[in-house]
């Protein structure tokens, strides 16, 4: 709570200094959110998570600074996030799906953070992007904790491992930092390279040898209606070749990601992992939104199965379709199906939101598990819960 209060006076003071040399900008938001929630009776059964009805509660919000001088740029955001449930008692696994994206830093070298736990809840306060920018010529420069944001999929993104999406969560303003150098080069007006050297301690312990990063994201304007972007690289300690290619209509976006990665180098067991996807995107009229990816991910076998990891829902292959409705302009349905192909796991999920003004939404929230599938295939898909809840959200 202390570095909280540090940070928002040092952004408070440098926004006061910014009518003399520089500019500066402060925004943030915050979000409450309540949810009733419904085990899956298989979880009881096979995977020892034996509560039948809770409640679960969450806090969350960003404080978001940014000080400009020259060529320059200071960026910083401090996320804070609080829950309180029942389930905290137990060693249930629920909680880990109510917050997830779990993981604030997705390559983390210095921490800067504090984490408290008590039987029924659980605080964080994360410094989950921290970083100074320098533009010189054609080129940018980037050091710290970044974000790292790119590639079109918003239920699967593969291509992209440095920045989980949210599409399936109930947390939406969130993403996660990197530590690390980031090297960015402006060819011309259209190809563009991203180097990105990051550095991790959390796989072998905070005091263990660094698992590095070292990657390159380019992107090529073809044509004014045709981009190809290809990533290639070692990460976590595995090989990573893949790319994204897009193509834009008047109304709409078709678009498709792969991503391969080897075995571990470091003769750890392990196998290769292909992930795919197709998507399409189109605005069919001022009101309505449609939305399909569809997509494969391949089970890493050596990851524990009861477990919710890197990926929101545990699903191999699947379809996924997705559509925004406003009914007014103060009012947007929505609804996502996605269904595995494979097991014949679905889901529902519905996001209804109402803007109150003064850049105030409340929000009707429900996922609901339409199809349990066969668990055999992905065990994990028993840990899916039935929620039904509402959030108030505000920014500023």
């Known amino acids: ?197 990051l550095g991790d301690k959390s796989l072998e312990g905070y005091e263990g040898q660094i698992d590095r990063t070292l990657w390159a994201h380019g992107e090529y304007q073809v044509t004014n209606d045709f981009q190809a972007d290809f990533v290639i690289g070692e990460d976590q300690n595995r090989h990573k070749l893949g790319g994204q290619l897009e193509y834009s209509f008047s109304e709409a976006m078709l678009f498709m990601q792969t991503l391969y990665q080897t075995d571990y180098t470091d003769d750890t067991e392990s196998h290769p992992l292909w992930d795919v996807l197709l998507g399409y995107d189109q605005q069919l009229s001022n009101t309505f939104h449609l939305r399909g990816e569809s997509g494969y991910q391949k089970q890493n076998r050596y990851v524990t199965a009861g477990s919710i990891n890197d990926r929101f829902l545990p699903i191999e292959y699947f379809l996924a379709i997705a559509a925004q409705y406003d009914i007014h302009p103060l009012v947007q349905l929505g609804g996502t199906v996605v269904n595995d192909l494979k097991s014949g796991f679905t889901y529902f999920i519905t996001k209804n939101k109402i803007d109150l003004g003064h850049s105030t939404e409340f929000e009707i929230f429900a996922y609901i598990p339409l199809a349990k599938g066969d668990t055999i295939e992905n065990p994990a898909q028993k840990l899916v819960t039935t929620d039904v809840g509402m959030a108030l959200r505000t920014f500023f």
């Not at 080129?139 to 993104?157: D, H, K, Q, W």
């Not at 303003?173 to 090297?183: H, I, K, S």
């Open 1 to 197: 709570m202390k570095s909280f209060f540090c940070l928002f006076i040092l952004l408070q003071s440098l926004q006061g200094w910014s009518q003399s040399k520089i500019d500066s900008e402060v925004s943030g938001n915050m979000e409450v959110q309540g949810r009733h929630s419904w085990n899956n009776e298989l979880a009881k059964e096979d995977l020892a998570q034996n509560w039948d009805e809770e409640d679960f509660y969450l806090v969350y919000g960003n404080l978001n600074g940014k000080v400009k001088f020259k060529n320059s740029k200071l960026e910083a955001n401090l996320f804070g996030r609080h829950s309180r449930s029942d389930l905290y008692e137990a060693p249930y696994l629920a909680p880990i799906i109510y917050t997830y994206p779990n993981k604030l830093v997705a390559r983390d070298v210095f921490k800067l953070q504090h984490i408290e736990e008590g039987e029924n809840y659980r605080t964080e306060y994360i410094l989950n992007k921290l970083y100074y920018e320098w533009d010189y010529d054609e080129n940018r420069f980037m050091a710290g904790r970044i974000y790292i944001n790119y590639g079109l999929g918003e239920v699967f993104n593969p291509i992209n491992p440095f920045n989980q999406p949210t599409a399936l969560t109930s947390i939406s303003q969130v993403a996660q930092g990197n530590d690390g150098l980031n090297f960015t080069f402006f060819v011309n007006d259209k190809y563009t390279v991203d180097f990105y050297f």
